[in-house]
């Protein structure tokens, strides 16, 4: 059993930056892949970033690549998302979530779910 909390939500302007943390419950977390996943009011929830156990591979959606950064720390049982350039259109709840397989963009592939942090975008 892993259990997630994200935090590091809030509201932001544009152009602005925000880290969000995952913190896992549990001493198995070096061998979960971890991913990220947003949802905006009215639409479904979708694929940000993931890493697989060891962070030596990772994965984004084109809407975020090259302004988010997933990384992890296992030593803290921590995964984040460092989120740069911020846009209207990443207003969402973030989703952090566990995998006990394998690195993926599928959200039906992850076994655990944290229960979401908040990023609002302020004109």
């Known amino acids: 059993q892993v259990q997630l909390v994200e935090s590091g939500g809030g509201l932001v302007q544009a152009g602005g930056s925000l880290r969000l943390s995952c913190a896992a419950s549990?001493?198995?977390?070096?061998?979960?892949?971890m991913g990220w996943f947003r949802q905006a009011p009215g639409k479904e929830r979708e694929f940000v970033a993931a890493?697989?156990?060891?962070?030596?591979?990772?994965y984004y959606a084109d809407s975020v690549k090259g302004r988010f950064t997933i990384s992890r720390d296992n030593a803290k049982n921590t995964v984040y998302l460092q989120m740069n350039s911020l846009e209207p259109e990443d207003t969402a709840v973030y989703y952090c979530?566990?995998?006990?397989?394998?690195?993926?963009?599928?959200?039906?592939?992850?076994?655990?779910w944290g229960q979401g942090t908040q990023v609002t975008f302020s004109s």
């Open positions: 549990g001493r198995t977390f070096s061998s979960y892949a």
């Open positions: 979530a566990a995998n006990a397989r394998s690195i993926t963009r599928i959200p039906t592939l992850y076994d655990y």
């Open positions: 890493i697989s156990w060891s962070g030596g591979s990772t």
